[in-house]
């Protein structure tokens, strides 16, 4: 199984109360991901999350395919980190931290994923043609979007 990884860091000029309201809020998910990927949660959600909250959604990936996923928050220490792992959806593995730290201009917001596709050598075609790119993409829109609700374009 190849483990890749994916870290990103954006500074946000806001408290880290702020941050920590803002990202900890599952109903924000639909904003900062990219409409095209058709993403819905399908579970309840509490206004804040918890360790041991499931969450579940739906995301349309490539191709018109609807793929169900399933997220558990496993660790969190308040307003510092947390982190959530897919239980079940369209990777082998999904592993994604998300830490908050004060700096002299607001929070850096940094994410910090290990992912690994199904499917052998057919994931790593995958990963090289779409995935890759489609990452990348996802969480270039997050940090457009936060840039612009919290005033830094």
Not at 60 to 74: L, N, Q
Not at 93 to 118: C, I, N, Q, S
């Amino acid at each position: 199984m190849k483990l890749h990884v994916l870290e990103r860091r954006l500074e946000i000029p806001i408290t880290l109360k702020e941050a920590w309201d803002f990202f900890s809020n599952p109903h924000n998910l639909t904003d900062i991901t990219p409409p095209r990927l058709g993403f819905s949660m399908t579970s309840e959600a509490p206004p804040r999350i918890y360790p041991g909250l499931m969450l579940t959604y739906t995301v349309t990936p490539f191709f018109g395919m609807t793929v169900d996923w399933v997220t558990e928050i496993t660790h969190l220490k308040e307003p510092e980190f947390f982190v959530d792992d897919q239980r079940l959806g369209p990777y082998k593995l999904w592993h994604h931290e998300h830490m908050f730290k004060e700096t002299g201009g607001g929070v850096e917001v940094r994410d910090l994923v290990h992912y690994a596709l199904p499917l052998g050598p057919l994931g790593k075609i995958a990963h090289e043609l779409v995935v890759k790119k489609q990452l990348r993409e996802i969480f270039e829109y997050r940090s457009e979007y936060v840039k612009r609700k919290f005033g830094r374009v």
